[in-house]
Nanobody
């Protein structure tokens, strides 16, 4: 079983930056993608970014790709989401989530159902 613990959420002014961290633990043998998703209050969750644990693939959704970067430090079993030039509309609960698959499988889907294991989330609030 895989466990995900997010941290790094905070309240910041518009234009500021935050780096979210997701520590992945447990049996990660079949975890091939880890993603960051967010949910604005009253709206559906959306996939923001994802990275293959081999580093071979990474994805960032178009609406934030000029401001957000996903990276990983597998020595620390940690996935990061660097968020720059934050806007009030980035205010949301941010979740880390994992997809189960073989390490050689590079298939990725933006579907929420692609991710089967979720963390508890970390709140990001951006004020204008």
């Amino acid at each position: 079983q895989v466990h995900l613990v997010e941290s790094g959420g905070d309240s910041v002014q518009a234009g500021g930056s935050l780096r979210l961290s997701c520590v992945v633990s447990g049996d990660t043998s079949y975890t091939n993608y880890v993603g960051w998703l967010r949910q604005v209050s009253g709206q559906e969750r959306e996939v923001v970014a994802a990275i293959h644990t081999s580093g071979a693939r990474s994805y960032v959704t178009d609406s934030v790709k000029d401001r957000f970067t996903i990276s990983q430090d597998m020595a620390k079993n940690t996935i990061y989401l660097q968020m720059n030039s934050l806007k009030p509309e980035d205010t949301a609960m941010y979740y880390c989530a994992a997809h189960t698959g073989t390490r050689t499988n590079l298939y990725f889907s933006w579907s929420l159902g692609f991710f089967g294991t979720w963390g508890q989330g970390t709140q990001v609030t951006v004020s204008s």
